[in-house]
């Protein structure tokens, strides 16, 4: 992977060792302890619209001590991809696939709509299934895909590089180990979506260091939750009417 991507010029403290260990360790732990959501386990959530408010501000402030302990230590901000993206054949070509492979499981999922309602019931706890808990679900779309970048690409990524030997190799590592714990922490989406949070992890990694950028990631991730979002009212809507008539 040829990049100008270079980590080595970083320092790291025992903040930002404490917080690896948290979100590289402890809460995909507590993700996979508490297992995929299930009717037994929806009863212990808040309702949907305190839900969306609460995890995207917790999502801002694991952003925020992101960007507190880079302003505090002096890191460069390119690093973090705070920076206009640079834009090659990889980065085109890596944010296409991950368009038309989202779009493909959209109309797939909505096709087997009727098969898989049961999959699609299991996910009403925290997935919109109106307009109105949509209205709600926005700022949590934003929050996620502003918020996990930060933390999953733009901290993690640099963090591990920056104890990896340099080598090629490094690079894969440093995509598949961030990739593969975001895709954990979302465990109580079922292990099916899991395996596709993964997928689009790992480009969401090579679009990250290839462009330089948060930029890139940030938008699409922010696009792929508001469109989720709909899919899932759209789903829920034909549900109800197939089961009314």
Do not use: C
Not at 23 to 42: F, H, R, Y
């Amino acid at each position: 992977m040829h990049t100008n991507f270079d980590s080595k010029v970083l320092e790291f403290n025992w903040f930002d060792h404490i917080f690896f260990i948290l979100v590289g360790l402890i809460l995909p732990a507590m993700s996979l302890i508490s297992g995929s959501m299930d009717d037994d386990k929806s009863y212990q959530l808040p309702p949907k619209k305190h839900l969306y408010y609460t995890n995207g501000l917790v999502l801002f402030i694991g952003a925020l001590l992101v960007l507190s302990s880079w302003n505090i230590g002096n890191k460069p901000w390119d690093i973090l991809g705070i920076i206009t993206p640079r834009f090659d054949q990889t980065v085109i070509w890596s944010t296409f696939i991950l368009i038309i492979l989202y779009l493909a499981d959209s109309y797939l999922s909505l096709r087997s709509l009727k098969d898989d309602s049961e999959e699609f019931q299991s996910m009403s706890h925290i997935v919109p299934v109106n307009w109105k808990e949509y209205r709600h679900f926005i700022f949590l779309a934003f929050a996620a895909g502003i918020s996990e970048e930060i933390i999953y690409r733009g901290f993690l990524i640099p963090y591990l590089l920056h104890y990896l030997p340099s080598s090629d190799y490094a690079y894969w590592i440093a995509i598949v180990i961030p990739g593969l714990i975001f895709a954990v922490s979302h465990f109580y989406q079922g292990v099916q979506n899991v395996a596709k949070i993964f997928a689009i992890s790992i480009l969401f990694g090579i679009i990250f260091i290839q462009s330089g950028s948060l930029i890139i990631v940030m938008i699409i991730h922010v696009v792929i939750d508001l469109l989720s979002g709909i899919l899932g009212v759209i789903a829920f809507n034909r549900l109800q009417k197939q089961n009314e008539s």
